[in-house]
């Protein structure tokens, strides 16, 4: 054996007790999900079972609107990540690339917000959407979501630029280019990695919101996700398990598709952030 091939097993054999933490949940789920319902409360509990009923996504879909929720959370989820991102690329270029009056005492400020809950101001965020009539509206959402994110986005997105050699600029500009097409056509291209990996974790933390969305939409027409899974839990006096699990395992895809469809540029993004 090897000497990279014994330390891989180490690695593997250290890491074998986390991956069962991780992974055991969404076992649970999954075997929940597409267990009949008849044998959700057996005793003792087992992990057989007599066949696998795929029939409860279909039905799942239908009694709970699913579909409609994951349209909402598709939206909320997108739009709020591109707000965030439209908003965020000039302040962190400005950040990375100027001097000003207030820099450093605007970094803290940044750095404080994130440290704050959004549930201290979940009453003061409903009193201001309810002025502005946006109570029961998806796009209260979306703004809400982007400016939260905003600080995340903002400070990620600054350490991204600082690692790119302002070289390129200058030699751009020394070749006629203005600062908006240095900006448009050499800084961007080179800083896509780094807005990609702030646009998952942005897009992640919209979808999985739950507090806010609860707090705003009023109509089951408009919930969310993690709203919508949630209904079908409170109040209830019966609770259909395996419809509860099939939505979560379901809500899980899109996440799981932008990760695995954005996997080569989350990981250069990461190494680029990691170079300074």
Do not use: C
């Not at 007790?17 to 929940?32: D, E, R, S, Y």
């Not at 605007?106 to 946006?134: E, K």
């Not at 009023?218 to 939505?247: C, K, N």
């Amino acid at each position: 054996m090897t000497g990279k091939l014994k330390r891989s097993l180490i690695y593997w054999a250290i890491l074998s007790p986390l991956m069962v933490v991780i992974l055991f949940p969404f076992g649970v789920m999954f075997v929940t999900a597409v267990r009949p319902r008849a044998e959700l409360f057996t005793y003792p509990p087992t992990w057989g079972f007599s066949e696998f009923r795929w029939e409860n996504f279909s039905e799942m879909w239908v009694k709970t609107n699913f579909g409609g929720a994951l349209l909402n959370s598709l939206y909320v989820s997108v739009a709020a990540t591109a707000v965030a991102l439209l908003l965020s690329i000039p302040a962190a270029y400005a950040m990375s690339r100027y001097r000003f009056a207030g820099k450093g005492a605007y970094r803290t400020f940044l750095l404080m917000t994130q440290m704050m809950s959004p549930i201290v101001l979940v009453l003061g965020l409903f009193r201001l959407m309810m002025s502005l009539g946006l109570v029961n509206d998806l796009n209260s959402l979306v703004l809400t979501y982007a400016a939260f994110n905003m600080a995340f986005t903002i400070w990620m997105l600054q350490s991204y630029f600082n690692s790119i050699p302002r070289d390129l600029e200058e030699a751009a500009w020394m070749d006629g280019a203005s600062h908006l097409t240095s900006l448009v056509r050499i800084f961007l291209p080179l800083a896509v990695p780094a807005m990609v990996v702030t646009a998952i974790f942005t897009f992640i933390n919209s979808w999985n919101e739950f507090v806010l969305a609860l707090t705003m939409m009023r109509s089951s027409e408009d919930f969310t996700l993690p709203v919508q899974i949630y209904a079908q839990v409170a109040g209830r006096y019966q609770v259909e398990w395996h419809h509860v699990m099939a939505a979560t395992v379901l809500a899980t895809v899109p996440v799981a598709i932008v990760f695995s469809w954005l996997q080569r540029y989350l990981i250069r993004g990461m190494a680029l952030g990691a170079v300074k």
